[in-house]
């Protein structure tokens, strides 16, 4: 694997599920890469579209040209194995298009068919979501304010995240961890998270082993080292993940992060 030069995104979802009954864990028709291709196709933010070989030249279709990623790899634990043991349930690797280069990262979208994927195969107890992003290589503007959405969370999921941010061999991120934390903290206030001090880690310890597909060290290069916080959040969510992860990037960028970086939110 290469270091990473392309627009090349991941997200993993980590944790346990509960198969639905009527599902087979031998169903060789049930497939990540099928699953989340429908969804974002037919939302018209992917343009990994699938057509016969014999069906002559892809039809031209106007509405491609404002996608935001095309699709590359998916796979994931669907098995008996991931009732009670943690496991990465989906990881998806996207390539972002020409649109997202000027609207910004697709996480939320990504997030969102990631969603309604595991949604159509069982129940998730979610522990752990990772996202790889190329943040240098696409605009990152202020996101859009959750206000009403995250008031409505149960009250019972109120929760405690361990957050941990890797650059790679780009230390730009941990010379200025108290900087984007800052930067992150001024954003969220309105939603009343903030985020603990960070502590820079240069150990070899992880909060979370990526997938195999997503690993780091191939992408980004050896770490120099993690920045890590915790941040008390109203629930763990794919939608809560996406929300403070645009923020993140965009914090980094302001605090002149120019290459990828790998995003861990884990349950503390």
């Known amino acids: 694997m290469t270091m990473m030069t392309t627009d090349e995104c991941f997200l993993s979802v980590y944790g346990t599920l509960r198969r639905h009954p009527w599902l087979s864990a031998d169903d ?4 990540a890469y099928g699953l989340f291709t429908t969804y974002s196709e037919a939302l018209r933010w992917s343009t990994s ?8 030249p892809i039809p031209v279709d106007p509405m491609r040209e404002f996608a935001m990623w095309a699709m590359n790899e998916a796979g994931g634990n669907w098995s008996d194995d991931v009732k009670d043991t943690a496991d990465h349930l989906l990881w998806v690797q996207t390539g972002l298009d020409s649109a997202s280069r000027h609207i910004g990262l697709p996480i939320t979208q990504i997030s969102h068919c990631a969603g309604k994927v595991l949604d159509r195969i069982g129940r998730v107890s979610l522990e752990g979501i990772q996202a790889m992003l190329p943040i240098g290589r696409t605009v990152t503007p202020r996101p859009e304010w959750f206000r009403g959405v995250l008031a409505l969370a149960n009250p ?3 929760t405690l995240l361990q957050v941990e941010i890797d650059g790679g061999e780009d230390e730009t991120l941990i010379r200025n961890s108290t900087q ?3 930067e992150l903290n001024s954003s969220c206030q309105r939603d009343r998270m903030q985020f603990t001090a960070p502590i820079v880690d240069r150990s070899s310890f992880y909060l979370l082993s990526e997938p195999e ?7 980004m290069g050896p770490s120099r080292g993690r920045i890590r ?7 763990f969510s794919l939608d809560l993940f996406s929300y403070l992860v645009n923020y993140l990037a965009r914090s980094c960028r302001i605090a002149g992060v120019n290459g990828s970086i790998l995003t861990t939110m884990r349950l503390a």
């Open 49 to 56: 579209a699938t057509y016969p070989r014999d069906s002559g």
């Open 180 to 182: 984007i934390i800052d």
């Open 28 to 31: 060789q028709e049930i497939d």
């Open 229 to 235: 916080a915790q941040v008390s959040v109203p629930e």
């Open 213 to 219: 597909a997503m690993d780091r060290t191939g992408w």
């Open 156 to 158: 019972e999921n109120s």
